[in-house]
C-alpha cells in the first residue's frame, strides 16, 4: 500500500492551517492576554489601600475636612467592596 503523495498533503494542509489562521490565533490570544490585565487591574485591592492610607494621612495632616474625609473613604470603601464581591463571583 502506497502512501506517498498523500503523506506530505496532510502536513502541507496542517502548515496552511497555521500560516492562514495565525493572524486570527494571535488576535485571539492578545484578547485573551488583555483581558486577564484589565481584570487584574480592575480588582487590585492595593491601590484601593493606598489611597485609605493616603487620604487617612491628609485627614491627620488637616489638610481635608472631616466631611471630605468621611465622603472620600465611603466611596474608597464602596469600591473595595466591588472588588471584593467581583472575586468572589469569579
Do not use: C, N
Not at 4 to 11: D, E, N, Q
Not at 37 to 44: G, H, I, K, R, V
Not at 60 to 80: A, V
Amino acid at each position: 500500500m502506497d502512501l506517498g503523495p498523500r503523506t506530505t498533503a496532510v502536513p502541507m494542509a496542517f502548515i496552511l492551517d497555521d500560516i492562514l489562521f495565525s493572524p486570527i490565533k494571535f488576535t485571539i490570544w492578545l484578547g485573551e492576554k488583555l483581558k486577564d490585565a484589565a481584570y487584574q487591574e480592575m480588582t487590585d485591592e492595593s491601590k484601593i489601600h493606598e489611597g485609605l492610607l493616603e487620604l487617612q494621612m491628609r485627614f491627620e495632616m488637616e489638610e481635608i475636612s472631616e466631611d471630605e474625609y468621611e465622603k472620600q473613604e465611603s466611596e474608597l470603601m464602596e469600591k473595595l467592596e466591588m472588588i471584593r464581591k467581583m472575586k468572589e463571583g469569579g
